[in-house]
């Protein structure tokens, strides 16, 4: 029954690596979005995607970028890996409706 | 963008009605007010949500204060799998609406 996954439960990165985060959803929905999870500061949004080829940027994109290639399927880029963006990577996807998001189990990514 | 205010962390006896509250006093008329969970080591799940009249499920009830700036989740019996990070968002409907979850309230069940 799982509805949004995310390819990695976790991974570990050399600084300077450039990391692809994936993740698919087979609801059909619209909207997905990556969120970042770091102890005292909760879940903060890197980027939304409203539609295929569609992306805006959310409260942290610095360092960050993304892929909408497919309506399931949405890529977070770190282009050259530092370790301070050693995290906890959650990816979610909702309607355009007022209806509730699902998330992924989450990427826990280690930059040595 | 509206924002919400909760409580960093609460505590509750195990069996012992849990009501977590939620401040969102800019609120607008198309906002609805959504509430998730997160238990530890995963993403976070849907709980419920609503928009003027209180709401109930299997999961926790929502009670919404008259002039919508606050709110309640009322979790009627608590168990110790209810332990967790507990998120109140305000969305609306469209695709443009960027949404911070914040820290939320950590719930901890005291057995």
């Known amino acids: 029954d799982v509805k949004v996954t995310q390819s990695s439960r976790y991974l570990v990165k050399r600084t300077g690596e450039k990391v692809f985060l994936e993740c698919v959803q087979d609801?059909?929905?619209?909207?997905m979005f990556w969120y970042r999870q770091d102890p005292g500061l909760g879940l903060r949004l890197i980027y939304f995607s409203y539609d295929v080829k569609m992306k805006e940027k959310g409260d942290i994109p610095e360092g960050y970028s993304v892929s909408r290639e497919k309506k399931e399927r949405f890529s977070l880029i770190l282009e050259s890996a530092s370790t301070n963006q050693t995290s906890m990577y959650l990816c979610a996807s909702s309607t355009r409706q007022h209806y509730g998001y699902t998330f992924g189990s989450g990427t826990r990514l280690t930059v040595v | 963008d509206a924002k919400t205010t909760q409580p960093n962390s609460m505590e509750s006896n195990e069996e012992e009605p849990v009501h977590l509250p939620c401040n969102h006093s800019?609120?607008?008329?198309?906002?609805?007010i959504h509430w998730y969970r997160q238990l530890p080591s995963q993403g976070p799940e849907y709980v419920i949500h609503g928009l003027t009249s209180n709401v109930n499920n299997r999961m926790a009830s929502l009670a919404i204060a008259e002039d919508r700036k606050s709110s309640t989740l009322i979790l009627h019996r608590a168990t110790l799998r209810d332990a967790a990070v507990y998120y109140c968002?305000?969305?609306?409907?469209?695709?443009?609406?960027?949404?911070?979850f914040g820290i939320g309230t950590k719930l901890q069940v005291i057995p």
């Open positions: 609801m059909d929905h619209e909207n």
């Open positions: 800019t609120i607008s008329g198309t906002d609805y």
């Open positions: 968002i305000l969305r609306r409907s469209g695709g443009y609406q960027k949404v911070t």
